[in-house]
């Protein structure tokens, strides 16, 4: 790296696998009046953070006050950086919130097609060499609830809508409505649970979204009802959820995060033959970075021009 701090730094710390070479080369595209740097090494990672705007998702604690001015994580959950002290050193932190909408959104739908055509029972039998008919349903006339109303929630109800589906959503402001056919808030949580054939999980880890599914939850959901997270593992209480799964509480669950995460090789949840398990990548697209990319460079457009209001900012 040059003397002279560049205006956006690219960390070496990829994505779902992804390089940070193809995000830097999607910067690049974006601001060709810029100089986009990408680091290499970990010297060059720690200097980076003199650049106006360091882009990545983990921050080196010791660097908060080399001189950049924007943090841009790369990932949309902001709760493992240091927000607190980001904001004293007068740091603004944006997120990749948006990014993820359309690929989380079709990863739950998939999985609510999954159990409701039977292919969990289709592979198992499969894998036996097994020809033998088993009853499938529908998803229309069902009742989905979508708890979170966000970027990823919103997605996943535009994507239910030629299903023929009645939706409920679950956010913290019911007032402000949204796309499903009724809104309620967390005081109306288990009302919304009841009444569910399907339920979503898209909304973020918080002191009230905690353990949100817990013991209480799974007595409310009806016995037939698939529960899908795709938001954070503490959602949903996992004692009580390997509870419910051993009484036939509720038909099945779709988990693309858990708690723990990852998931112990002796974990439990892996034996069960009505639980779908993903490593957390229902997020991964390959247009992540091209999507991250218009976020980043807007804001940088907007930095050029005095604007201090900011795309996604969370501090």
């Not at 097609?113 to 529908?138: C, H, I, M, P």
């Not at 697209?285 to 991250?292: I, N, Q, V």
Request: glycine fraction near 8%; proline fraction near 6%; aromatic fraction near 6%.
């Amino acid at each position: 790296m040059s003397d002279t701090p560049p205006d956006v730094a690219v960390l070496r710390q990829k994505v779902h696998g992804m390089p940070a070479s193809e995000y830097a080369a999607a910067l690049r595209e974006r601001l060709p009046d810029h100089e986009v740097v990408l680091t290499r090494t970990p010297d060059e990672e720690r200097e980076a953070f003199a650049a106006r705007v360091v882009t990545g998702h983990r921050v080196d604690p010791e660097r908060l006050d080399a001189g950049m001015t924007v943090f841009a994580c790369t990932w949309a959950g902001t709760d493992h950086l240091p927000t607190d002290a980001l904001a004293d050193a007068g740091v603004t932190v944006t997120n990749a919130a948006g990014v993820h909408g359309p690929n989380v959104a079709e990863h739950a739908v998939g999985a609510m097609l999954a159990f409701t055509r039977g292919f969990d029972v289709a592979w198992r039998r499969q894998r036996e060499r097994e020809w033998r008919s088993f009853q499938a349903a529908e998803l229309k006339d069902s009742t989905v609830t979508v708890v979170g109303l966000g970027a990823i929630g919103e997605a996943v109800v535009d994507r239910l809508a030629g299903f023929g589906v009645d939706t409920l959503g679950v956010r913290y402001t019911p007032e402000k409505g949204g796309p499903t056919d009724e809104v309620v808030g967390f005081d109306a949580v288990h009302d919304a649970f009841a009444e569910s054939d399907y339920l979503v999980l898209a909304c973020p880890h918080t002191d009230t979204t905690e353990h949100l599914v817990d013991r209480d939850a799974f007595e409310t959901l009806p016995a037939e009802a698939v529960v899908v997270n795709v938001a954070r593992g503490p959602v949903i209480d996992t004692d009580a959820l390997v509870w419910a799964l051993r009484r036939n509480h509720i038909r099945g669950a779709a988990l693309d995060v858990t708690d723990p995460e990852p998931l112990p090789e002796a974990h439990p949840l892996w034996n069960f033959g009505n639980v779908l398990i993903t490593p957390h990548n229902a997020g991964h697209t390959p247009d992540y970075y091209e999507r991250l990319a218009d976020i980043v460079a807007e804001n940088v457009r907007r930095l050029d021009r005095g604007d201090d209001d900011l795309v996604n900012q969370v501090v």
